[in-house]
């Protein structure tokens, strides 16, 4: 099993996911994120190992962020599920702006 490289930073966020396997797309609740990946919580199970897109906003940036990420797992937490994925289309760019928001939030604690 993969270890994440960097600490994610606690967030309160809504996102939308789009499983193209299960053909649904869901308002979820980010919990937590860094430039690797994130933590949400929501009403369906994803599979271990399917591919989800998620589209997401963060506080202070402009840019909305859309990228295909791996589902690593997700655990049943009535009546919701949570769901740890990994990013993987996120460009440099992009993953530099998230890097950026949560060594910021880190600094304001």
């Given at each position: 099993m993969e270890r994440r490289l960097q600490d994610r930073k606690e967030i309160d966020l809504l996102g939308l996911v789009i499983d193209d396997t299960q053909k649904t797309e869901d308002s979820v609740?980010?919990?937590?994120?860094?430039?690797g990946g994130m933590l949400f919580v929501g009403k369906r199970k994803k599979?271990?190992?399917?591919l989800v897109t998620i589209?997401?906003?963060?506080?202070g940036i402009s840019a909305t962020f859309k990228t295909t990420a791996l589902v690593v797992h997700c655990t049943p937490?009535?009546?919701?599920?949570?769901t740890g994925i990994q990013f993987k289309s996120?460009?440099?760019?992009?993953?530099?702006?998230?890097?950026?928001?949560?060594?910021?939030?880190?600094?304001?604690?």
């Amino acid at each position: 099993m993969e270890r994440r490289l960097q600490d994610r930073k606690e967030i309160d966020l809504l996102g939308l996911v789009i499983d193209d396997t299960q053909k649904t797309e869901d308002s979820v609740e980010i919990l937590n994120i860094n430039e690797g990946g994130m933590l949400f919580v929501g009403k369906r199970k994803k599979k271990t190992g399917s591919l989800v897109t998620i589209t997401f906003s963060l506080p202070g940036i402009s840019a909305t962020f859309k990228t295909t990420a791996l589902v690593v797992h997700c655990t049943p937490e009535w009546p919701l599920f949570r769901t740890g994925i990994q990013f993987k289309s996120l460009g440099l760019a992009e993953r530099k702006l998230i890097r950026t928001f949560t060594n910021n939030e880190h600094q304001n604690r």
